[in-house]
């Protein structure tokens, strides 16, 4: 079993639709989540980043993480055709050098 | 990809052949770090540096070693390239310490076929 999980999609909205992410994990040392965001054939880029548990909130994104079910969110309110890309999961656990474990992605289109 | 600079960008070479890649940053970044992403695994650490001469191992880093002997500059060979070594090559850096670590940026990656 992997130590994160994640749907990898794909994933088809309608432009303006709530979009929930999901990744689950079992490392209970996991302190730090992140959300990354990849468009096809580039690098990905750090969406969201969030210590321990609670809800983090930026414009459209807010991420959301429960430590005590291992389980974290990621929704995107009122999406957009620019949204479309593959989100990853990431998290790491303290001292340990900013290596991160990454879920496989979710792949998510947002049509008109 | 500002700051970060991977090369080559596209690689096709044969089984049995040396390959290096190059991760350039003009950051000043203390930690750098080289993934491979395949599909069904996601993004998977090969190995990483947390300085000059500072180089570990991440996850699947068999058949792979690095060099550092400059800040900016971290190589990756492949010492006999393999066809299960077909991947999209990404570095990533970070400055580490409070507030930076896990922050990490990545380069704009290096797809490398192994025939």
């Known amino acids: 079993q992997k130590e994160v999980e994640q749907d990898p999609g794909p994933l088809s909205v309608p432009e303006g639709a709530i979009v929930s992410l999901n990744c689950t994990y079992s490392n209970s040392a996991f302190q730090y989540f992140m959300w990354y965001r990849q468009y096809s054939r580039k690098g990905p880029e750090l969406l969201m980043y969030t210590y321990s548990s609670g809800n983090k909130e930026d414009g459209r994104f807010t991420a959301q993480v429960d430590k005590s079910s291992k389980y974290i969110s990621l929704f995107i309110r009122d999406s957009q055709p620019s949204d479309s890309a593959t989100y990853l999961c990431a998290m790491s656990a303290s001292g340990t050098a900013s290596k991160l474990t990454f879920g496989t992605g979710t792949r998510l289109q947002v049509t008109l | ?115």
Request: proline share 3%; net charge neutral.
């Open chain 2, 1 to 115: 990809d500002a700051g970060i600079t991977q090369s080559p960008r596209h690689k096709v070479t044969e089984t049995g052949t040396p390959v290096t890649l190059r991760c350039h940053q003009t950051e000043n970044h203390r930690y750098m770090y080289w993934y491979r992403q395949d599909p069904g695994h996601g993004l998977r650490l090969i190995h990483y540096s947390y300085g000059v001469k500072d180089t570990d191992k991440g996850e699947v880093s068999d058949g792979y070693s690095v060099s550092r002997s400059k800040t900016e500059d971290f190589l990756l060979t492949l010492e006999s390239a393999t066809s299960s070594q077909t991947s999209v090559y990404f570095c990533a850096i970070t400055p580490g310490g409070r507030g930076g670590a896990n922050v990490l940026t990545f380069g704009a990656g290096s797809r490398l076929t192994v025939l």
